[in-house]
């Protein structure tokens, strides 16, 4: 078969919704399909998902892509997958295996703790307290997000029967590649960003005097049998071939051919940063210089550029030749993306779910919406237009005008980085008893350049340690709106690359992965810079007016922060 009728698979599955794309050897989009997923939440910091049904919206969506491009299975070379850091839970035979304290633990359909669920403070802050060397390679704090306070919880929190019959607990990637091959093999990405792994060349894998002093002191009697085991052998780089391919129940299920590759799965944010990363404009001088010097160009762009995977949450990838540690920034990591790179990993709890938290509680959403139906728009889309409007009526020169003296601060589900700080939370500053949707707009714009401020805040201090970002690599649901693109470049004086897909740019990173797997390349670098397709282009504003007003803004966003230390320090002072 000839290479140009060969394509790849990838497969994303987000906090809301499960996707599946075709590209082909140019690493173009060909088919995609998106179906929504079931999260549970029964109270405020309790967030869960269920893998049956993660798997089922999978397979619909492959059958969907298959049955649009009309494409044969035997001309499906390869498959990859990424995915959300949930924690999967299955029994000993490897069955669904609840996590649900709501139910009593009865409720074996809810067996993943969702990335988001914070039921796991009070574990990671003891875990923080022990000021152990593993969690040098987290900024110093483990986050309640990731697997092994999870773990620690479950352990504390389920009764002993049931902690006891746990077969496996793994990250919700390296779940996906069990059901698609039966291989228990973990991804080197989901062990050593989320569960406390020492990668080789870094450690001897999982550190025994870290889990004894945490209290799991049971994963080492057993040799970390439900962590997926002791052999480093068993830890594979992203895009490595997991086991055999497709076992014969999983490409029944999925429509596809046995055996097909598998390439090792990787955590979302890091599929976004696979598809960006490495990305110029196809056919262009800088792609071919790229690949001319695969090596130089690596060691160069990961330093300078920034992935952005900015959806629900954002995720912020950047990658050195060399371990730069910065506190409150995740990492550095080894291999866990590109073979030999070290990825440092900042982050925002809540983005697009901020925007959608203050637009959605606002008085005048109602009439809003309405307004933006009449105008075939969505709400964002209006809203921006409606600023521009309220901008010329109020005879301002500068967009950034109208918010000069309303300001919030975006910490409304904590602080990931580079403060890492759950406990924090978000202020608005300059609230009126305005219920009109001046004030909704007005509101709006404040949450995008409070989210661009925090931005920066994680830019510079990546920047003050040795990273040199001067370049933003987007992909995410917020790519779609132009005012947001340009207010972070303007925020953050850094230019912007856009995907050339962006609804499609994680899922392609995922589809890179199976494109390893099938023996394109064995370097992942030069598959992102040979499939890699940019976009457009966003330039920073260099009107100094706006770059003098937003300055301002970012001072206003760091006293904020120090306002609210200031406020809960009074409230907790013993006088």
């Known amino acids: 078969m000839p290479e140009s009728d060969s394509y ?14 075709i590209i082909d050897i140019k690493g173009q989009l060909v088919s995609l399909d998106v179906q929504p997923i079931i999260t549970y939440n029964p109270k405020h ?40 850091c949930s924690l999967v839970v299955l029994d000993k035979e490897n ?73 496996q607990m793994m990250d919700l990637p390296d779940f996906l590649t069990y059901k698609a091959t039966g291989s228990l093999a973990r991804s080197t990405c989901s062990l050593t960003c989320k569960c406390s792994y020492l990668p080789r060349l870094v450690g001897e894998g999982w550190e025994p005097s870290f889990f004894k002093e945490i209290g799991l002191e049971c994963l080492i009697e057993e040799n970390f049998a439900r962590m997926g085991g002791g052999d480093q052998s068993n830890v594979l780089e992203a895009g490595d071939p997991v086991g055999s391919g497709l076992t014969k129940e999983a490409a029944q299920e999925l429509g596809l051919c046995v055996g097909t590759p598998v390439g090792s799965a990787i955590i979302d944010a890091y599929a976004g940063a696979i598809a960006t990363i490495g990305a110029t404009p ?16 690596l060691k160069t ?70 307004k933006s139906a009449e105008q075939n728009l969505n709400i964002y889309a209006y809203l921006a237009q409606h600023l521009v409007s309220i901008q010329t009526q109020r005879g301002h020169k500068h967009l950034e005008d109208l918010t000069k003296h309303l300001h919030i601060y975006p910490d409304f589900h904590g602080n990931r980085s580079p403060l890492a700080d759950p406990s924090l939370r978000g202020t608005i500053v300059g609230v009126s008893l305005d219920k009109s949707i001046d004030d909704l707009a007005l509101r709006y714009l404040a949450t995008l350049q409070a989210i661009a401020c925090q931005t920066r805040h994680i830019i510079e201090t990546l920047n003050k340690e040795g990273y040199t970002i001067d370049t933003l690599c987007m992909s995410g649901g917020l790519c779609k709106s132009p005012l947001f693109i340009q207010i972070l470049a303007n925020v953050t004086q850094c230019r912007i690359i856009l995907p050339e897909s962006i609804d499609g740019a994680v ?21 992102m810079v040979r499939l890699g397709r940019a976009g457009s282009t966003i330039l920073p504003s260099k009107n100094s007016e706006v770059m003098k007003i937003n300055l301002r803004r970012y001072k206003v966003f760091f006293a904020m922060l120090d306002d609210q230390k200031k406020y809960r320090s009074i409230m907790t002072d013993s006088d």
């Not at 790849?8 to 794309?21: E, N, Q, W």
């Not at 392609?508 to 670098?525: H, Q, V």
């Open 95 to 167: 069955r669904p295996q609840s996590v649900d304290p709501v139910s009593n633990y009865t409720n074996n359909n809810f067996n993943i703790i969702l990335w988001a669920d914070h039921r796991a403070i009070d574990q990671a802050n003891r875990i923080n307290a022990t000021h152990h060397d593993v969690l040098r390679y987290v900024g110093n704090t483990i986050s309640p997000e990731m697997e092994i306070p999870k773990t620690l919880w479950l352990k504390e929190n389920m009764p002993k029967d049931l902690w006891d019959s746990i077969g």
């Open 8 to 21: 790849f698979i990838g497969i994303d599955v987000g906090t809301g919704s499960a996707r599946a794309a």
């Open 282 to 297: 196809y056919g262009s001088t800088e792609r071919e210089e790229m690949l001319s010097s695969l090596d130089h160009s």
């Open 45 to 84: 910091d309790i967030y869960e998902q269920s893998s049956t049904n993660i798997w089922s919206s999978i397979t619909t969506c492959v059958h969907n892509i298959m049955k649009h491009t009309k494409l044969k299975p035997e001309q499906i070379k390869g498959i990859g997958f990424d995915a959300t």
């Open 507 to 527: 899922v392609i990173g995922a589809a890179f992965l199976g494109a390893k797997a099938s023996g394109l390349s064995s370097d992942l670098w030069d598959i």
């Open 301 to 370: 762009n990961g330093p300078s550029r920034l992935a952005i995977i900015c959806g629900t949450f954002s995720c912020h990838i950047a990658m050195s030749p060399n371990p730069i540690f910065v506190n409150g920034v995740w990492g550095p990591y080894r291999s866990v993306m590109v073979g030999d790179m070290w990825c440092a990993e900042g982050g925002q709890s809540s983005t697009g779910q901020l925007i959608d938290f203050i637009v959605n509680t606002h008085p005048a959403l109602a009439e809003a919406q309405e």
